[in-house]
Nanobody
């Protein structure tokens, strides 16, 4: 069983930065692709970014491309999401996910999910 724990969320002004971390426990992180998704009230959960097990493959939603960077440190069993130039529309609950088959960019490709970290961007 894989457990995921997000940290690093908070309140930031527009234009600011935050870094989310996702700690993986229970299994070795290098066995899984990892993804970040987000959900705001009244909206569907949406893909943000994902990274392959080795860190070579990376995918981003168009809405965050050029502003967000996903990375991983398999030695630390941790995945990161560096978020720069934040906008009020980035406000959401951010979820870390782990998976091994299926799509990199759809929630159906991930079997394990964290509890979420709230990110609020004020204008």
């Amino acid at each position: 069983q894989v457990q995921l724990g997000e940290s690093g969320g908070g309140l930031v002004q527009a234009g600011g930065s935050l870094r989310l971390s996702c700690a993986v426990s229970g299994r070795t992180a290098s066995n899984y692709r990892m993804g970040w998704f987000r959900q705001s009230p009244g909206s569907e959960r949406e893909f943000v970014a994902s990274i392959g097990s080795s860190g070579r493959l990376k995918y981003y939603a168009d809405s965050v491309k050029g502003r967000f960077t996903i990375s991983r440190d398999n030695a630390k069993n941790t995945v990161y999401l560096q978020m720069n130039s934040l906008k009020p529309e980035d406000t959401a609950e951010y979820y870390c996910a782990a998976g091994s088959v299926g799509s990199f960019t759809s929630s159906s490709g991930y079997a394990y999910w964290g509890q979420g970290a709230q990110v609020t961007v004020s204008s």
